[in-house]
């Protein structure tokens, strides 16, 4: 059951374009920087934040996505008697000795970026590993925290917190919702 609308499309652009900004100056400019999307929602936050940083710097930023379906930590759990559905990854440019930055659009316990900067550390070996997310909501298992976040969402355990994207959902807006019993 949703509870209320903690972002709509604008306070999610607004986040963003903050974002871009965060990026540039804490990485001294976007040389050297590659943004890599965590599949799906990821991906397009990526893309949108290329877009801002172009708009802003005046030069493109190389821009990815990374699949971590087979670097989940609950895949046996998930695939049970089913075989993991892979969604590819693409990463146009060498991420060696590069600034990558993780983009995501809800940080939560920190599996899936674990499994993403192991997935990334398979490709090559970057500079560094950076973070950005739409949502920080807590409830971290691993000692992992962002880097550049649009929204601290604190939440309880029975609660969930849902992104939606236009790209993919038709909208854009985040959400909580009370977990079903």
Same mark, same amino acid.
Do not use: C, W
């Given at each position: ?137 807590? +409830? ?36 909580? +919702?009370?977990?079903?019993?």
């Amino acid at each position: 059951m949703q509870k209320a609308v903690i972002m709509d499309d604008q306070a999610i652009r607004r986040a963003l374009t903050r974002i871009a900004h965060e990026i540039i100056e804490r990485n001294k400019g976007i040389e050297n920087v590659v943004l890599v999307g965590i599949k799906t929602r990821g991906e397009y936050l990526a893309k949108r934040l290329a877009e801002r940083i172009q708009n802003i710097e005046g030069k493109p930023v190389n821009v990815g996505d990374i699949d971590i379906t087979l670097y989940r930590d609950d895949l046996k759990v998930k695939t049970e008697n089913l075989e993991p559905e892979l969604k590819g990854t693409d990463i146009p440019a060498d991420i060696t000795n590069k600034k990558v930055i993780l983009v995501d659009d809800v940080l939560f316990t920190g599996r899936t970026v674990r499994a993403a900067m192991d997935a990334v550390m398979d490709i090559g070996r970057p500079a560094s590993i950076q973070l950005a997310v739409l949502i920080d909501r807590g +409830h971290r298992e691993l000692p992992i925290r962002a880097d550049f976040v649009g929204k601290n969402v604190p939440t309880s355990n029975t609660e969930i917190i849902s992104a939606s994207v236009a790209e993919v959902d038709g909208a854009d807006e985040v959400s909580i +919702h009370e977990k079903s019993k």
